[in-house]
Protein backbone atom coordinates (compact mmCIF):
# COMPACT_ATOMS: atom_id res chain seq x y z
CA UNK A 1 0.00 0.00 0.00
CA UNK A 2 3.21 1.87 0.43
CA UNK A 3 3.78 2.30 -2.75
CA UNK A 4 0.31 1.63 -4.40
CA UNK A 5 -0.47 5.14 -4.06
CA UNK A 6 2.62 7.37 -5.21
CA UNK A 7 2.71 5.27 -8.20
CA UNK A 8 -1.31 5.11 -8.96
CA UNK A 9 -0.93 8.76 -8.90
CA UNK A 10 2.46 9.13 -11.12
CA UNK A 11 0.72 6.71 -13.50
CA UNK A 12 -3.01 8.63 -13.80
CA UNK A 13 -1.23 11.81 -13.87
CA UNK A 14 1.09 10.65 -16.90
CA UNK A 15 -1.97 9.35 -18.78
CA UNK A 16 -4.32 11.98 -17.96
CA UNK A 17 -1.04 14.62 -19.68
CA UNK A 18 -0.68 11.99 -22.58
CA UNK A 19 -4.24 12.22 -23.25
CA UNK A 20 -4.41 16.07 -23.18
CA UNK A 21 -1.75 16.08 -25.34
CA UNK A 22 -3.03 13.97 -27.99
CA UNK A 23 -6.47 15.43 -28.51
CA UNK A 24 -5.93 18.62 -27.90
CA UNK A 25 -1.89 19.84 -29.68
CA UNK A 26 -1.25 19.95 -33.61
CA UNK A 27 -1.56 16.79 -35.91
CA UNK A 28 2.07 17.65 -36.41
CA UNK A 29 3.58 16.42 -34.07
CA UNK A 30 4.58 12.95 -33.02
CA UNK A 31 3.06 10.25 -35.14
CA UNK A 32 2.34 7.86 -32.25
CA UNK A 33 -0.20 10.19 -30.48
CA UNK A 34 -2.87 9.78 -32.92
CA UNK A 35 -3.26 6.30 -31.62
CA UNK A 36 -3.72 7.52 -27.83
CA UNK A 37 -7.18 8.98 -28.80
CA UNK A 38 -8.92 5.72 -29.70
CA UNK A 39 -7.73 4.30 -26.27
CA UNK A 40 -9.51 6.97 -24.22
CA UNK A 41 -13.14 4.87 -23.92
CA UNK A 42 -10.80 2.30 -22.45
CA UNK A 43 -9.11 4.69 -20.01
CA UNK A 44 -12.13 5.95 -18.95
CA UNK A 45 -13.62 2.42 -18.38
CA UNK A 46 -10.51 1.85 -15.85
CA UNK A 47 -10.90 5.07 -13.99
CA UNK A 48 -14.31 4.30 -13.05
CA UNK A 49 -13.29 0.82 -11.94
CA UNK A 50 -10.45 2.49 -9.85
CA UNK A 51 -12.73 5.00 -8.65
CA UNK A 52 -15.32 2.25 -7.21
CA UNK A 53 -12.65 0.25 -6.27
CA UNK A 54 -10.67 3.50 -4.50
CA UNK A 55 -14.07 4.39 -2.58
CA UNK A 56 -14.60 0.93 -1.29
CA UNK A 57 -10.80 1.04 -0.27
CA UNK A 58 -11.35 4.10 1.67
CA UNK A 59 -8.22 5.80 -0.73
CA UNK A 60 -10.10 9.76 -0.15
CA UNK A 61 -7.53 11.15 -2.49
CA UNK A 62 -6.86 8.53 -5.04
CA UNK A 63 -11.02 8.69 -5.32
CA UNK A 64 -10.82 12.39 -6.09
CA UNK A 65 -7.96 11.91 -8.36
CA UNK A 66 -9.66 9.40 -10.26
CA UNK A 67 -12.99 11.34 -10.56
CA UNK A 68 -11.54 14.29 -11.61
CA UNK A 69 -9.56 12.15 -14.50
CA UNK A 70 -12.54 10.90 -15.79
CA UNK A 71 -14.69 13.91 -15.75
CA UNK A 72 -11.03 15.20 -17.54
CA UNK A 73 -11.92 12.15 -20.38
CA UNK A 74 -15.38 12.67 -20.69
CA UNK A 75 -15.06 16.70 -21.23
CA UNK A 76 -12.22 15.55 -24.12
CA UNK A 77 -14.52 12.84 -25.53
CA UNK A 78 -18.27 13.88 -25.20
CA UNK A 79 -18.79 17.35 -27.07
CA UNK A 80 -18.38 16.28 -30.70
CA UNK A 81 -19.77 12.50 -30.00
CA UNK A 82 -22.83 14.02 -28.64
CA UNK A 83 -25.00 16.91 -29.46
CA UNK A 84 -28.97 18.54 -28.02
CA UNK A 85 -31.41 19.20 -29.85
CA UNK A 86 -31.05 22.44 -31.87
CA UNK A 87 -33.49 25.01 -33.02
CA UNK A 88 -35.50 24.11 -36.11
CA UNK A 89 -34.57 25.56 -39.57
CA UNK A 90 -36.06 28.72 -40.89
CA UNK A 91 -34.95 27.83 -44.57
CA UNK A 92 -36.91 26.34 -46.18
CA UNK A 93 -36.00 23.19 -48.48
CA UNK A 94 -35.53 25.06 -52.19
CA UNK A 95 -33.47 27.38 -50.64
CA UNK A 96 -30.58 24.71 -49.27
CA UNK A 97 -28.43 22.73 -51.08
CA UNK A 98 -27.88 19.44 -49.62
CA UNK A 99 -24.17 17.33 -49.26
CA UNK A 100 -24.64 13.33 -48.75
CA UNK A 101 -21.33 11.42 -48.02
CA UNK A 102 -21.11 7.56 -47.69
CA UNK A 103 -18.50 4.92 -47.54
CA UNK A 104 -20.30 2.43 -49.46
CA UNK A 105 -17.42 0.16 -49.43
CA UNK A 106 -17.12 -0.69 -52.85
CA UNK A 107 -21.07 -2.32 -52.57
CA UNK A 108 -19.91 -5.44 -50.95
CA UNK A 109 -18.57 -7.02 -54.60
CA UNK A 110 -17.72 -10.57 -54.76
CA UNK A 111 -14.22 -11.73 -56.51
CA UNK A 112 -14.54 -10.40 -59.76
CA UNK A 113 -14.29 -13.86 -61.67
CA UNK A 114 -16.55 -15.80 -59.71
CA UNK A 115 -19.41 -16.39 -61.49
CA UNK A 116 -21.71 -14.91 -58.74
CA UNK A 117 -19.83 -11.42 -59.22
CA UNK A 118 -22.78 -10.31 -61.54
CA UNK A 119 -25.69 -12.69 -60.41
CA UNK A 120 -28.36 -10.13 -58.38
CA UNK A 121 -29.42 -12.83 -56.53
CA UNK A 122 -26.26 -13.94 -54.95
CA UNK A 123 -25.73 -10.27 -54.56
CA UNK A 124 -28.68 -8.39 -52.43
CA UNK A 125 -27.12 -6.16 -50.61
CA UNK A 126 -25.39 -5.08 -53.34
CA UNK A 127 -28.60 -4.64 -55.35
CA UNK A 128 -30.48 -3.47 -52.43
CA UNK A 129 -27.75 -0.63 -51.75
CA UNK A 130 -27.59 0.39 -55.65
CA UNK A 131 -31.29 0.88 -55.96
CA UNK A 132 -31.35 2.59 -52.71
CA UNK A 133 -28.38 5.43 -53.81
CA UNK A 134 -30.29 6.15 -57.22
CA UNK A 135 -33.24 7.12 -55.24
CA UNK A 136 -32.13 9.27 -53.09
CA UNK A 137 -32.24 13.05 -53.48
CA UNK A 138 -29.73 15.37 -52.10
CA UNK A 139 -28.16 17.95 -54.52
CA UNK A 140 -24.12 16.36 -54.05
CA UNK A 141 -23.79 13.06 -53.17
CA UNK A 142 -20.13 11.85 -52.53
CA UNK A 143 -18.88 8.79 -51.56
CA UNK A 144 -15.66 6.89 -50.65
CA UNK A 145 -14.37 3.27 -51.58
CA UNK A 146 -16.89 3.53 -54.70
CA UNK A 147 -16.96 0.98 -57.52
CA UNK A 148 -17.87 0.89 -61.24
CA UNK A 149 -18.10 -1.86 -63.65
CA UNK A 150 -19.17 0.01 -66.96
CA UNK A 151 -20.30 -3.77 -68.32
CA UNK A 152 -22.01 -5.02 -65.35
CA UNK A 153 -25.40 -5.53 -65.14
CA UNK A 154 -25.82 -4.53 -61.27
CA UNK A 155 -22.45 -2.41 -61.05
CA UNK A 156 -22.83 0.10 -63.83
CA UNK A 157 -23.39 2.83 -60.91
CA UNK A 158 -22.17 5.92 -63.00
CA UNK A 159 -24.89 5.39 -66.04
CA UNK A 160 -27.18 4.36 -63.49
CA UNK A 161 -26.80 7.68 -61.28
CA UNK A 162 -26.61 9.76 -64.57
CA UNK A 163 -30.17 8.33 -65.83
CA UNK A 164 -31.31 8.79 -61.71
CA UNK A 165 -31.02 13.18 -62.47
CA UNK A 166 -26.87 13.29 -61.36
CA UNK A 167 -25.83 14.65 -65.12
CA UNK A 168 -22.55 15.50 -63.45
CA UNK A 169 -20.05 13.66 -61.76
CA UNK A 170 -16.00 13.14 -60.95
CA UNK A 171 -14.60 10.15 -60.50
CA UNK A 172 -10.67 9.86 -59.38
CA UNK A 173 -9.29 6.31 -59.50
CA UNK A 174 -6.30 4.81 -61.03
CA UNK A 175 -5.77 6.25 -64.69
CA UNK A 176 -3.31 3.47 -65.88
CA UNK A 177 -6.05 0.98 -65.05
CA UNK A 178 -7.97 0.43 -68.65
CA UNK A 179 -10.35 -1.97 -67.51
CA UNK A 180 -14.16 -1.27 -67.34
CA UNK A 181 -13.92 -2.00 -63.41
CA UNK A 182 -12.68 0.91 -61.29
CA UNK A 183 -12.82 1.92 -57.84
CA UNK A 184 -12.29 5.12 -56.20
CA UNK A 185 -13.83 8.40 -54.87
CA UNK A 186 -16.85 10.26 -56.72
CA UNK A 187 -18.76 12.68 -56.53
CA UNK A 188 -22.37 12.92 -58.29
CA UNK A 189 -23.89 16.38 -58.88
CA UNK A 190 -27.24 17.74 -59.57
CA UNK A 191 -25.96 20.92 -60.49
CA UNK A 192 -23.19 21.58 -63.37
CA UNK A 193 -19.79 21.26 -62.32
CA UNK A 194 -17.60 24.12 -63.36
CA UNK A 195 -13.89 23.15 -62.14
CA UNK A 196 -12.60 20.12 -60.51
CA UNK A 197 -9.09 18.49 -59.34
CA UNK A 198 -7.44 15.26 -58.17
CA UNK A 199 -5.84 17.02 -54.77
CA UNK A 200 -4.12 13.47 -53.99
CA UNK A 201 -4.76 9.42 -54.24
CA UNK A 202 -3.09 7.22 -52.64
CA UNK A 203 -1.22 4.11 -54.02
CA UNK A 204 -4.11 2.03 -53.06
CA UNK A 205 -6.30 3.59 -55.20
CA UNK A 206 -9.21 4.50 -52.81
CA UNK A 207 -7.80 6.67 -50.17
CA UNK A 208 -7.98 10.30 -51.80
CA UNK A 209 -8.96 13.95 -51.97
CA UNK A 210 -10.98 15.71 -54.53
CA UNK A 211 -13.00 18.67 -55.20
CA UNK A 212 -15.75 20.05 -57.56
CA UNK A 213 -17.08 23.32 -57.82
CA UNK A 214 -20.60 23.50 -58.67
CA UNK A 215 -22.93 26.51 -60.10
CA UNK A 216 -25.58 26.03 -57.59
CA UNK A 217 -28.23 28.46 -58.49
CA UNK A 218 -26.37 31.51 -59.09
CA UNK A 219 -23.57 31.03 -57.14
CA UNK A 220 -20.68 28.48 -57.16
CA UNK A 221 -20.04 26.23 -53.99
CA UNK A 222 -17.02 24.17 -53.72
CA UNK A 223 -17.42 20.51 -52.23
CA UNK A 224 -14.58 18.95 -51.21
CA UNK A 225 -15.16 15.21 -50.99
CA UNK A 226 -12.33 13.02 -49.07
CA UNK A 227 -11.43 9.51 -47.27
CA UNK A 228 -7.85 10.01 -45.76
CA UNK A 229 -5.67 6.62 -45.05
CA UNK A 230 -6.94 3.68 -43.79
CA UNK A 231 -4.91 1.22 -41.84
CA UNK A 232 -4.04 -2.19 -42.79
CA UNK A 233 -3.23 -3.57 -40.07
CA UNK A 234 -5.48 -6.48 -40.72
CA UNK A 235 -4.38 -7.43 -44.36
CA UNK A 236 -0.72 -9.10 -43.85
CA UNK A 237 1.43 -9.11 -47.37
CA UNK A 238 1.85 -12.81 -48.37
CA UNK A 239 5.69 -12.34 -47.65
CA UNK A 240 5.18 -11.49 -44.02
CA UNK A 241 2.59 -13.90 -43.41
CA UNK A 242 4.80 -16.32 -44.19
CA UNK A 243 7.73 -15.17 -41.76
CA UNK A 244 7.67 -15.14 -37.44
CA UNK A 245 6.11 -13.71 -35.58
CA UNK A 246 8.97 -10.21 -35.00
CA UNK A 247 8.54 -9.34 -38.82
CA UNK A 248 4.99 -9.13 -38.36
CA UNK A 249 5.39 -6.84 -35.38
CA UNK A 250 7.80 -4.91 -37.39
CA UNK A 251 5.44 -4.51 -40.60
CA UNK A 252 2.33 -3.17 -38.22
CA UNK A 253 4.58 -0.77 -36.73
CA UNK A 254 5.98 0.00 -39.84
CA UNK A 255 2.16 0.38 -41.15
CA UNK A 256 0.22 2.16 -37.98
CA UNK A 257 3.30 5.21 -38.28
CA UNK A 258 3.05 4.80 -42.16
CA UNK A 259 -0.44 5.45 -42.17
CA UNK A 260 -0.65 8.20 -39.29
CA UNK A 261 2.16 10.38 -41.07
CA UNK A 262 0.27 9.91 -44.13
CA UNK A 263 -2.90 10.81 -42.92
CA UNK A 264 -1.89 13.84 -41.44
CA UNK A 265 -0.14 14.87 -44.41
CA UNK A 266 -3.54 14.39 -46.37
CA UNK A 267 -5.67 16.46 -43.50
CA UNK A 268 -3.17 19.51 -44.03
CA UNK A 269 -3.42 19.44 -47.09
CA UNK A 270 -7.16 19.39 -47.52
CA UNK A 271 -7.40 22.12 -44.92
CA UNK A 272 -4.71 24.40 -47.26
CA UNK A 273 -7.30 23.85 -49.58
CA UNK A 274 -10.26 24.74 -47.94
CA UNK A 275 -9.32 27.37 -46.33
CA UNK A 276 -7.60 28.92 -49.84
CA UNK A 277 -11.28 28.15 -51.25
CA UNK A 278 -12.63 31.30 -52.69
CA UNK A 279 -16.12 30.12 -52.45
CA UNK A 280 -18.42 28.76 -49.71
CA UNK A 281 -17.23 25.42 -48.89
CA UNK A 282 -18.28 22.10 -47.44
CA UNK A 283 -15.25 19.16 -46.85
CA UNK A 284 -17.26 16.16 -46.10
CA UNK A 285 -16.02 12.60 -46.32
CA UNK A 286 -14.64 9.00 -44.22
CA UNK A 287 -11.47 11.13 -42.05
CA UNK A 288 -11.04 7.68 -40.43
CA UNK A 289 -10.38 9.53 -37.30
CA UNK A 290 -12.50 9.48 -34.00
CA UNK A 291 -14.52 12.39 -33.37
CA UNK A 292 -12.58 13.70 -30.32
CA UNK A 293 -8.90 12.53 -32.42
CA UNK A 294 -6.48 15.09 -32.20
CA UNK A 295 -6.76 15.21 -36.44
CA UNK A 296 -10.79 16.16 -35.74
CA UNK A 297 -9.94 19.01 -33.34
CA UNK A 298 -7.77 20.43 -35.49
CA UNK A 299 -10.43 20.76 -38.23
CA UNK A 300 -12.47 21.76 -36.21
CA UNK A 301 -10.61 24.76 -35.09
CA UNK A 302 -10.78 26.06 -38.35
CA UNK A 303 -13.89 25.15 -39.79
CA UNK A 304 -17.79 24.55 -38.78
CA UNK A 305 -18.36 21.38 -37.98
CA UNK A 306 -22.20 20.44 -39.10
CA UNK A 307 -22.93 17.82 -36.19
CA UNK A 308 -21.99 20.53 -33.41
CA UNK A 309 -23.49 23.55 -35.17
CA UNK A 310 -27.19 21.33 -36.49
CA UNK A 311 -26.68 17.88 -35.43
CA UNK A 312 -28.44 16.14 -32.89
CA UNK A 313 -27.57 13.44 -30.66
CA UNK A 314 -25.09 10.89 -30.92
CA UNK A 315 -22.26 10.91 -33.75
CA UNK A 316 -22.00 7.30 -34.49
CA UNK A 317 -21.16 7.09 -38.10
CA UNK A 318 -18.93 3.47 -38.44
CA UNK A 319 -20.58 0.28 -37.00
CA UNK A 320 -17.66 -2.24 -38.22
CA UNK A 321 -15.55 -4.52 -36.18
CA UNK A 322 -15.64 -2.33 -33.08
CA UNK A 323 -16.16 -3.04 -29.69
CA UNK A 324 -18.87 -0.24 -30.14
CA UNK A 325 -19.94 2.65 -33.10
CA UNK A 326 -17.55 5.35 -33.37
CA UNK A 327 -17.78 8.45 -35.18
CA UNK A 328 -15.21 8.86 -38.13
CA UNK A 329 -17.38 10.15 -41.16
CA UNK A 330 -17.76 13.97 -40.80
CA UNK A 331 -19.03 17.38 -42.29
CA UNK A 332 -17.38 20.62 -41.80
CA UNK A 333 -18.28 23.78 -43.78
CA UNK A 334 -16.62 27.83 -44.19
CA UNK A 335 -17.52 31.01 -43.06
CA UNK A 336 -19.46 31.35 -46.43
CA UNK A 337 -22.47 28.74 -45.62
CA UNK A 338 -24.76 28.41 -42.33
CA UNK A 339 -25.71 24.54 -41.61
CA UNK A 340 -29.46 24.22 -41.62
CA UNK A 341 -29.68 20.31 -40.69
CA UNK A 342 -27.09 17.33 -40.48
CA UNK A 343 -28.96 13.87 -40.23
CA UNK A 344 -26.66 10.74 -39.65
CA UNK A 345 -28.90 7.88 -41.31
CA UNK A 346 -28.38 5.06 -38.83
CA UNK A 347 -30.62 2.72 -40.31
CA UNK A 348 -29.13 2.48 -43.49
CA UNK A 349 -27.03 -0.85 -42.74
CA UNK A 350 -25.89 -1.85 -46.06
CA UNK A 351 -22.76 -0.85 -45.35
CA UNK A 352 -20.11 -0.38 -41.98
CA UNK A 353 -20.97 3.08 -42.68
CA UNK A 354 -23.50 5.31 -42.24
CA UNK A 355 -24.72 8.10 -44.78
CA UNK A 356 -23.97 11.70 -43.83
CA UNK A 357 -26.63 14.36 -44.91
CA UNK A 358 -25.93 18.20 -44.32
CA UNK A 359 -27.90 21.09 -45.70
CA UNK A 360 -26.58 24.42 -46.27
CA UNK A 361 -27.71 27.89 -46.85
CA UNK A 362 -25.38 30.76 -48.10
CA UNK A 363 -24.35 33.08 -45.84
CA UNK A 364 -25.83 36.64 -46.59
CA UNK A 365 -23.19 39.19 -47.55
Not at 22 to 51: A, D, E, H, Q, R
Amino acid sequence: MILFRPLSFLLILSVDVLSVYSVYFPINGPWWKSWVTPLLPFYLLFLLLFLVGCLLLRQRKLSVLAGASAVLILVMISPVYWSVLKSSSQVTGGNMLSVMNYNVSFFHTRGNYTEAYDDPQQNPTSVAMIDWLENQSPDVIGLQEFYDDTVSVIYNVRHRMKAAGYKYHHFINNPRVLKPRKRGLIIFSKWPIINHEKIHLSSNRFNGVHYVDILWKNDTVRIINLHLESSQLAYLPRRVKSSGWMNKLKWKYSSLRNTTIARNEQSRLVMDYASGSPYPTVIAGDFNSQSYSGLVKQFISEFDHAHLSRGTGMLYTYYGDNLWPVGIDHQFYNDGLIAQNLMILKDIEYSPHRPVVGFYSLKAP
